[in-house]
């Protein structure tokens, strides 16, 4: 299973973003989605979480800003970012629980930057 995120970028503060993360592979069923947030030399946060049915959490910071979705037909997991700040320029990752040929197991896709200029 590999997870393969895009859509980061530059964008100047009050901008909007979208990142995009497509799980591919031998995959039965995908229960938990989420994106986390990493600067460098820092621990890796949970910026938000979608179960299979739909419910949602978000980190404080980004709540009424970012928006998380899926798609469970094209095992896709979306983060809309609005209303974007300085503070919010990080490496962001997905992150999906699997259940595939071998079993279960967590999957991190590669990074992607998000840099938000003041």
């Known amino acids: 299973v590999q997870l393969q995120a895009s859509g980061g970028g530059l964008v100047q503060a009050g901008g909007s973003l979208r990142l995009s993360c497509a799980a591919s592979?031998?995959?039965?069923?995908?229960?938990?989605m989420a994106w986390y947030r990493q600067a460098p030399g820092k621990q890796r946060d949970l910026v938000a979480a979608i179960t299979d049915d739909g419910s949602t959490n978000y980190a404080d910071s980004v709540k009424g800003r970012f928006t998380i979705s899926r798609d469970n037909a094209k095992n896709t997991v979306y983060l809309q970012m609005n209303s974007l700040k300085p503070e919010d320029t990080f490496v962001y990752y997905c992150?999906?629980?699997?259940?595939?040929?071998?079993?279960?197991?967590?999957?991190w896709g590669q990074g992607a930057l998000v840099t938000v200029s003041s």
């Open positions: 992150w999906a629980e699997v259940f595939g040929r071998l079993g279960s197991g967590s999957f």
């Open positions: 592979g031998t995959i039965f069923r995908i229960n938990t």
